[in-house]
Nanobody, 125 residues
Framework: VQLQASGGGLVQAGGSLRLSCQAS????????MAWFRQAPGKAREFVGA????????RYADSVKGRYTISRDNVKNTVYLQMNSLKPEDTAVYYC???????????????????WGQGTQVTVSS
């Protein structure tokens, strides 16, 4: 499956952005979808995920209550709505896909076989 992320940009602290990730080349409903991010000089970290079956979601504690992950199985797209953005949210955001991903491994980036190219999010103070 191929993933194309978009929607990043520059925003002031407190603002909002919505990221999109369009999937192609596979059966979208077979895949648990996730977002990860990597800030300069830091390791890539889990942000949020939505399971292929039932739509169960998981979030990192740092974004809970501010970010919402959702999917449109008709458009083969996963979204990340980011509200109340903070300068520490600045990073390259990556979408990822895990076929038939199990519930217990949704936050584990090692489980994801397919990755998008990343989209830059910059939050100014």
């Amino acid at each position: 499956v191929q993933l194309q992320a978009s929607g990043g940009g520059l925003v002031q602290a407190g603002g909002s952005l919505r990221l999109s990730c369009q999937a192609s080349g596979g059966t979208f409903t077979d895949y648990t979808m996730a977002w990860f991010r990597q800030a300069p000089g830091k390791a890539r970290e889990f942000v949020g995920a939505i399971r292929y079956r039932g739509g169960t979601t998981r979030y990192a504690d740092s974004v809970k209550g501010r970010y919402t992950i959702s999917r449109d199985n008709v458009k083969n797209t996963v979204y990340l709505q980011m509200n109340s953005l903070k300068p520490e949210d600045t990073a390259v955001y990556y979408c990822a896909a895990d076929r038939w991903g199990i519930l217990s491994s949704m936050t584990d980036q090692a489980q994801y076989d397919y990755w998008g190219q990343g989209t830059q999010v910059t939050v100014s103070s």
